[in-house]
T-cell receptor, first 113, second 114 residues
């Protein structure tokens, strides 16, 4: 069974600085999708970024980018120029095709003004 | 505006009662999902449906039931057989084809059973 591990329960970063959230996963598949979701205090889950395993290029969405290391099964999220609105729980998730999402346990990110 | 609605936002029930959580989407998505979230944990899949009139059990389906009679709607019933029903419930949907699999979530329903 696929598993997703987020080893950092909590992280903090100064406003305007850069922070990296870690995620590793376990799978025997070669074709799959990886996602980062953000859950602010409102508890609405918001898609931040997605990565297809068959693409070597790392995905980027404005201040958010990933470092996808397929051989190492690592999928970290880098947030640049951190803003107060980035404070949230961040969940890494794995999906194979049109099957279920498997989530990690999350990292709580605090932004220090 | 297109989106996913869940109602109500907060729900209170007495132990032993069945309760149904609503999930509606107007995104024309084929696939819909129900997740449960407990403190300190990620989301766990309860049930999912990829087409109308068909659904599959997820990882924690015991004590829950669903129906998918319309593409737009995927209600979840929490039965009295669910031993620990108090949790935050999230509904999601996705196009589910053409390499478009990301899921979009509703605002959630907080269920408290006493």
């Amino acid at each position: 069974a696929q598993t997703v591990t987020q080893s950092q329960p909590e992280m903090s970063v100064q406003e305007a600085e850069t922070v990296t959230l870690s995620c590793t996963y376990d799978t025997s598949e070669s074709d799959y999708y990886l996602f980062w979701y953000k859950q602010p205090p409102s508890r609405q889950m918001i898609l931040v970024i997605r990565q297809e395993a068959y693409k070597q290029q790392n995905a980027t969405e404005n201040r958010f980018s990933v470092n996808f290391q397929k051989a190492a099964k690592s999928f970290s999220l880098k947030i640049s120029d951190s803003q107060l609105g980035d404070a949230a729980m961040y969940f890494c998730a794995y999906m194979r095709g049109n099957e279920k999402l498997t989530f990690g346990t999350g990292t709580r990110l605090t932004i220090i003004p | 505006d297109g989106g996913i609605t869940q109602s109500p936002k907060y729900l209170f029930r007495k132990e032993g009662q069945n309760v149904t959580l609503s999930c509606e989407q107007n995104l024309n998505h084929d696939a819909m999902y129900w997740y449960r979230q407990d403190p300190g944990q990620g989301l766990r899949l309860i049930y999912y449906s990829q087409i109308v009139n068909d659904f599959q059990k997820g990882d924690i389906a015991e004590g829950y039931s669903v129906s998918r009679e319309k593409k737009e709607s995927f209600p979840l019933t929490v039965t009295s057989a669910q031993k620990n029903p108090t949790a935050f419930y999230l509904c999601a949907s996705s196009i589910g084809r053409d390499d478009i699999y990301e899921q979009y979530f509703g605002p959630g329903t907080r269920l408290t059973v006493t």
